[in-house]
């Protein structure tokens, strides 16, 4: 089967504006984790959903983010109000379980904020 | 909390040449280990991994010791190609949870 997509690939949008960034991940996969990779800050993790519990929001950096997963499949992460510093590539991740089970990465939508 | 500390690099070698990585952690236990690698243009992918210590993760003639004794867990090979030019990261499970804590990642570039 096909591995897991984000859509759309490149985003760039005006400050101030909404996105809304789409992960698929694997079928069958329960667990499915959000992370951004930016030039300063490395690689972040920003939140993660396994099977219907409670996700784990600890690292998203304000309450601009926020993310939900319907269905237990596809994931949409959201940024409100977008800043300069949103700018980076977005990457999701599946993993077939919650505990050390290899996560299988999507490509990542890069966003740039004007 | 949990973290990892590779070299920053970029490393650049010639074609054949010897590759050490290396990678050092701060963990609470035996988390399992990992080195993912991340081609020009493309996600990460998954490239070793060793789940106790003495472990020895190895794929793609890359290989990585799971050393509890010091901490580490390098990614070396013996002749680099082309190829392997390439972002590649150590990480590890964040402790008690199963996202990732990633080191800052290090370039490699080789040349023929």
């Known amino acids: 089967g096909a591995g897991v997509s984000q859509s759309p690939s490149n985003k760039v949008t005006e400050k101030g504006k909404d996105v809304e960034l789409r992960c698929d991940p694997i079928?069958?996969?329960?667990?499915l984790y959000w992370y951004r990779q930016s030039l300063g800050q490395g690689l972040e993790f920003l939140i993660y959903f396994q099977g219907n519990s409670a996700p784990d929001k600890s690292g998203l950096p304000s309450d601009r983010f926020s993310a939900e997963r319907t269905g237990g499949s596809v994931s949409t992460l959201t940024i409100q109000r977008t800043q300069q510093e949103d700018s980076a590539v977005y990457l999701c991740a599946s993993s077939l379980a919650g505990l050390y089970n290899e996560q299988f990465f999507g490509p990542g939508t890069r966003l740039t904020v004007l | 909390g949990d973290s990892v500390t590779q070299m920053e690099g970029p490393v650049t070698l010639s074609e054949e040449a010897f590759l050490t990585i290396n990678c050092t952690y701060t963990a609470t236990g035996y988390p399992s280990l990992f080195w993912y690698v991340q081609y020009p243009g493309e996600g990460l992918q998954l490239l070793l991994k060793a789940t106790k210590a003495d472990d020895k993760g190895s794929n793609k003639g890359f290989e990585a010791t799971y050393r509890k004794e010091t901490t580490s867990f390098h990614l070396e090979k013996g002749s680099v190609q082309v190829s392997d030019s390439a972002v590649y990261f150590c990480a590890l499970p964040s402790s008690g949870n199963t996202p990732l804590v990633f080191g800052k990642g290090t370039r490699l570039s080789v040349i023929a």
């Open positions: 079928s069958g996969h329960t667990a």
